[in-house]
């Protein structure tokens, strides 16, 4: 284990985030390729086990492509809310180490353990008690990388995965760094790396021995920034305060839409996931947007600014509906993707009525009520399909029945 005590910041990634936690109510797909993805033509791989990574299944990749390269694979439907629930936990633990601590995203996290040196010994064993601490209490692996950035940090905890440790003391970070490929740095993606690679760019040491200057001339203020994280310079400090700017869902359809009744159905269901995301989460939403991919994958956004925040899936459909109507009589065509996002969020507390704003200023209906009893409900009958009037089936029941649905 390496006893550099300069290595300061972690990045703790935890492994196959989505599909690990499906294993834990899973144990029989365990050692099996199997991946986590919502069933459908045009759906995309949220999260593939190890095994099915060994055929070549990637994150992001279509779910047909993927079924391609492993027939034999196990489809797992994803479960926001039991994501969530583990996540929380597992930034429990982080934040016991430390309370600078900078959430990325659900699955990862950077720690400053430079103040627990004293009371834990160096960043490398911190950075074992972590992984231990994170697999007794969850039942889930995790990576860690240390070192005296947040990019190298980042770096290493990639290069170390899966269940790894990795530790970059400062006086070897170049030495870490330079035969890398380019496209490990923090920023570089595919396109971007294509570029570095044709111009003889190919590991991170021939970037780090270009000029600023010149690279400026040729990608821009993106051309310096590049050369310094290649360098290994990287000052931004582990800030805990980090807000949520914006929670979006969004659906792929197996056949593109053109019916308007159609379209409006997704339409509900989406804000109705997207109000029990906010108020899981306890934001409240300022503004929402709505989000149209065609067939040639162009993509059209619109805005609509509310007067008072709400996490209610009523004042959100209806600003959405506007939009996407909005959106529609400007091009006509079908939808490949339709998504709604809830942006300039706002902690629940800081907005107690829930309007719209509207030409003649109506107000809102009061949904509040409504959504947290449906809440409650989800709470204590998880499996209960319930959902909006506009999304249950309407035709006459087969056996001439009153068509009354139970709640399933």
């Known amino acids: 284990m390496d006893d550099s005590w300069d290595a300061v910041v972690l990045h703790v990634d935890m492994d196959a985030f989505f599909l690990a936690v499906e294993l834990l109510d899973h144990p029989q797909l365990s050692g099996r390729p199997a991946l986590v993805a919502h069933r459908g033509g045009r759906s995309v791989v949220l999260s593939a086990s190890y095994e099915a990574r060994g055929f070549g299944i990637r994150s992001a990749m279509p779910l047909a492509h993927a079924m391609a390269l492993c027939p034999g694979v196990a489809v797992i439907e994803p479960r926001h809310g039991r994501y969530t629930e583990v ?62 950035t947040k990019s190298v940090a980042k770096i290493a905890s990639t ?12 006086a070897r970070t170049r030495e870490y760094l330079d035969p890398l490929p380019v496209g490990a740095l ?12 044709a111009a003889g760019l190919t590991t991170v040491g021939d970037l780090a021995a270009q000029s600023p200057q010149r690279m400026e001339r040729w990608l821009g203020v993106q051309g310096p920034a590049l050369v310094r994280l290649a360098r290994g310079i990287d000052p931004r400090p582990v800030t805990p305060e980090h807000d949520t700017k914006s929670l979006g869902v969004e659906r792929t359809f197996d056949e593109d839409v053109r019916d308007p009744a159609e379209l409006h159905r997704h339409l509900v269901g989406l804000s109705h996931e997207g109000a029990i995301r906010l108020r899981r989460a306890g934001f409240r939403a300022g503004a929402i947007s709505v989000k149209v991919k065609a ?8 805005t609509l600014t509310l007067a008072t925040p709400t996490d209610s899936a009523g004042p959100i459909a209806e600003a959405a509906e506007g939009l996407l109507r909005a959106l529609q009589q400007a091009h006509r065509v079908p939808v490949r993707l339709l998504g709604i996002r809830a942006e300039r969020l706002s902690g629940a507390g800081e907005a107690v009525q829930e309007s719209l704003l509207w030409e003649d200023e109506r107000p809102a209906a009061d949904w509040s009520q409504a959504d947290r009893v449906a809440d409650d409900i989800r709470r204590k009958f998880p499996r209960a399909g319930l959902r909006p009037a506009t999304l249950v089936d309407r035709q006459p029941p087969a056996d001439g029945g009153s068509g009354r649905k139970e709640l399933r």
Do not use: H, N, Y
């Open 186 to 197: 923090w920023g570089v993606g595919p396109v971007l790396g294509q570029r570095l690679v």
């Open 87 to 148: 996540s929380r936990q597992v930034m429990g633990i982080l934040g016991g180490f430390t309370p600078l601590l900078e959430q990325l995203s659900i699955d990862e996290a950077f720690l400053d353990v430079s103040g627990a040196r004293r009371r834990l010994g160096t960043p490398a064993r911190i950075g074992s008690l972590i992984r231990a601490q994170v697999r007794e209490r969850t039942g889930l692996p995790c990576t860690v990388g240390a070192a005296a």
């Open 159 to 170: 290069r170390a995965k899966p269940d790894g440790l990795a530790v970059v003391p400062s």
């Open 295 to 302: 067939p040639d994958l162009s993509v059209r956004t619109r």
